[in-house]
């Protein structure tokens, strides 16, 4: 549709969007799509336009709004008067149509008086006209329990995007445009479905301002989007990071500008924490069973965090009797035979060709600590494994440079049960990289010996995935593993954020979250 004739260059403008309201919005490439000026029938606008010889728009923002359906979604964020990045729009359109998937942008505004694309950026709302088709900004319920949060503008530069909105959608989980990464679960009551929050990653490049905060939004500016998928009052929800060619990869599918291909196996599966002996079943087929994540991603290597519980030697039950009747009467005190049954989990659920890397993890430290701090007098069934392992300690201490060295209980019988170069059982502070991601942090210590959480470990100048708090996260460069656990434990109290999710690391160094809803981990 033809409009007036740009005041600015004489073209002939055409119509970029409608408002609800009626009034349109016009828009001038003059040549180049990076020079905007606009029209309205709004006769202030028009007349401040026509007076000031400047090009202003409409005093009140468009709306975006349009028929959302079908069960796929991919969600994502553009800055306004930003170009989008050419290879990720195309790779996005690419997997739209390999998964029949809607894509929705939401539009998002910065004032950057120093950007490179046009003078009027500081107070424009335009977008790239590419995008026009996809701009959503709206508020709407994708289903039953998430809500797509479009129609709030946060700042690009905004350090911490999802902070305060926790209680905006009540009980339903949420979705932010932002161009920042970010994810985090919220505790709720109902042990049933997730509270997420999470942002998107944004299809336009990095515009931000020279200063301080505007640099630090770029460094943490996101190529990416969040794909949805809808299965009933359920939802599945995975991230989409790209690199710079735009290409990014989803499960075992890589989407780049040209198409896609599938069958590609991943790097890694951190899985969340797995303490053997109380793994969720549903949890467990879901992982390794047929048709599961392992048989369908075939990860090269394969992260425990808190493979064993120590549950036979808690020290948190001191001297409370009750869980020792329980242990007993459901053999259950063995610790030797829990620390087996933990090695036998890794050796029976490691396929040829793959390797497993243990963590060290707080609770496989349990056993550690029960040789430190226990008289073996007071457990007399499990005498002869406590003695045999503080005489293995007692022959392998030594005093160093750095002090007093011992090992480490559940490492040395780890290493004992797990032999050979298929198994890999990690010290403490020991590193372990795989494609640029460090794995070796448990995340219970944090720098400086402080306690460990996804909030002190993000900025420690290197890209990690951690477990322990069994509360999946993104936050800048750390990811956080959920558990493989049950949602409810005997001391958890109260609201839990506890969620069943693995992190996914792909060939190129990107990372997904995979949580798994009632035995299902995708649509």
């Known amino acids: 549709m033809k409009g007036p004739k740009c005041p600015r260059c004489g073209r002939t403008m055409g119509l970029f969007s409608k408002a609800a309201s009626g009034k349109q919005r016009y828009i001038c490439r003059g040549g180049s799509w990076k020079t905007y000026c606009y029209s309205t029938t709004d006769p202030t606008a028009k007349a401040e336009r026509d007076q000031g010889g400047r090009h202003k728009a409409p005093r009140k923002s ?25 290879g990720f729009m195309r790779s996005l359109l690419v997997a739209c149509e390999h998964l029949n998937a809607e894509l929705i942008v939401i539009p998002i505004r910065y004032k950057n008086p120093t950007s490179k694309w046009t003078d009027s ?38 350090s911490s995007p999802l902070a305060g909105f926790e209680a905006i959608t009540h009980g339903e989980s949420g979705i932010l445009g932002h161009t920042k990464l970010q994810l985090r679960a919220i505790p709720t009551p109902q042990h049933r479905f997730p509270k997420i929050l999470t942002t998107t990653g944004a299809v336009t490049v990095p515009n931000y301002t020279d200063s301080k905060i505007g640099k630090i939004g770029s460094f943490h500016h996101t190529l990416g ?15 989409i990071n790209a690199t710079k060619d735009g290409s990014f990869y989803d499960l075992d599918s890589l989407y780049t500008p040209d198409g896609v291909t599938g069958g590609h196996a991943i790097a890694a599966l951190v899985m969340g924490d797995t303490h053997v002996d109380f793994i969720d079943p549903t949890v467990e087929r879901a992982t390794f069973g047929r048709g599961g994540i392992i048989d369908t991603l075939k990860p090269e290597t394969l992260v425990w965090h808190d493979l064993c519980d120590g549950y036979s030697i808690n020290h948190h039950h001191g001297t409370n009797p009750f869980p020792a009747i329980a242990k007993r009467r459901s053999d259950r005190w063995d610790a030797e035979a829990e ?15 793959q390797t497993s890397v243990i963590v060290a993890s707080n609770h496989n430290d349990f056993l550690r600590r029960w040789i430190v701090n226990t008289d073996w007098r007071g457990d007399p069934g499990n005498a002869e494994f406590y003695l045999q392992t503080a005489l293995d300690m007692v022959r392998a201490t030594r005093l160093t440079g750095a002090g007093t060295e011992y090992p480490n209980a559940f490492v040395m019988w780890a290493q004992r049960l797990l032999s050979g170069a298929t198994f890999k059982v990690l010290q403490a502070d020991e590193s372990h990289v795989i494609a640029g991601i460090e794995v070796g942090m448990h995340g219970d210590v944090g720098p400086a010996g402080a306690r460990g959480s996804i909030r002190n470990l993000r900025r420690i100048g290197v890209r990690s995935v951690i477990g322990h708090s069994h509360t999946p996260g993104i936050d800048e460069g750390a990811f956080q593993a959920g558990t493989s656990t049950r949602l409810k434990a005997e001391y958890t109290r109260g609201p839990t954020s506890w969620l069943n999710s693995h992190v996914a690391i792909y060939p190129n160094g990107k990372r997904s979250l995979i949580t798994i809803l009632d035995g299902d981990w995708r649509l």
């Not at 335009?126 to 959503?136: C, Q, T």
């Not at 989007?225 to 991230?239: K, M, N, P, Y």
Request: one cysteine or more; proline letters at 6%.
């Open 339 to 353: 620390v087996r049954r933990a090695c036998e989990f890794v050796k029976a659920r490691t396929k040829p060709g």
């Open 225 to 239: 989007a969040a794909l949805v998928e809808i299965d009933g009052s359920e939802f599945h929800l995975r991230q």
């Open 62 to 86: 468009l709306v975006f709004k349009r028929t959302l359906g079908g069960k796929r979604f991919i969600v994502t964020a553009a800055q306004n008067a930003t170009p989008v990045h050419p």
């Open 121 to 158: 950026q500081a107070n424009a709302e335009v977008w790239a006209p590419e995008l026009a088709p996809y701009l959503y900004n709206a508020r709407k319920a994708l289903c039953k329990n998430l809500i797509l949060l479009g129609d709030i503008k946060t700042q690009p530069t905004a």
